[in-house]
């Protein structure tokens, strides 16, 4: 239900990239999640040119992305609903997060068509309904604005690899849809989008699998026992 789902991120939620996030000396600890969002926003300025600042990143946890983008001078706010992450962005990072979801986002009229950028990283594949959502993003952007993101890739080469079945992204319930190349054209065509590029893209698909072998060193380290 869909209760079930917004308590299990308010309270339970302890994805992959968020048990590995450190509150001492956060710039450094966590270097490798801050470039990474560079990244991000590089592989968005090499597709297109914003004609404004204004950007909203929709799930965006421990307010990572929205860091990059103050540093690039961009004007950004988040949103999400996991308790911990907000107050750690606002202290840590000094970034703008509401605490709402994009549906209950898109009922605050002050934010009609204000922005020029709406991303989701990794975060349509967590929703029970992701056209809803886009549905609603919609109404946020503005008429010459864009949208981007990234989600798993179901026919990918780690699904291939490894099977759906065994797939490290294979995650109810924190993942509830699954899209490749085609699924996520039609689902963006009939919220009303114009796709501009869809595929995988190497400038941010290298740094994340790059930064997921380093989630796993980690894991696997804290398991090793000295003896």
């Known amino acids: 239900s869909q209760s079930y789902i917004d308590n299990y991120y308010i309270s339970n939620y302890q994805g992959l990239v968020k048990r590995n996030i450190s509150s001492f000396d956060v710039l450094q600890s966590n270097k490798a999640a801050i470039e990474d969002c560079f990244t991000k ?5 090499k597709r297109v040119s914003l004609k404004g600042k204004n950007i909203l990143d929709v799930g965006c ?3 990572f992305f929205l860091y990059a983008l103050k540093q690039e ?3 950004p706010i988040g949103i999400d609903i996991d308790k911990e992450a907000i107050p750690f962005g606002k202290k840590h ?3 703008t997060i509401i605490d709402s979801s994009i549906n209950e986002f898109d009922t605050l009229n002050n934010y009609k068509s204000k922005f020029d950028l709406v991303t989701f990283w990794m975060g349509l594949e967590h929703l029970r309904n992701p056209f809803t959502a886009l549905k609603s993003v919609i109404n946020l952007v503005k008429k010459d604005g864009y ?4 989600v798993p890739n179901v026919k990918g080469i780690g699904v291939k690899i490894q099977g759906l079945s065994k797939w490290y992204l294979t995650v109810p319930p924190e993942h509830l849809n699954y ?3 085609h699924s996520l054209k039609v689902m963006l065509i009939r919220a009303g989008f114009e796709p501009v590029f869809i595929g995988t893209e190497s400038l941010f698909a290298m740094p994340y699998l790059v930064f997921g072998i380093r ?3 980690i894991n696997m380290a804290k398991k090793t026992k000295i003896s």
Do not use: M
Request: aromatic content about 12%.
């Open 215 to 217: 989630i796993r060193l």
């Open 179 to 181: 899209f490749d190349k």
């Open 41 to 45: 926003l590089a592989y968005i300025e």
């Open 73 to 75: 001078g961009y004007s």
């Open 147 to 150: 949208i981007a993101g990234s």
């Open 93 to 95: 990072l000094g970034v």
């Open 61 to 63: 946890g421990n307010g």
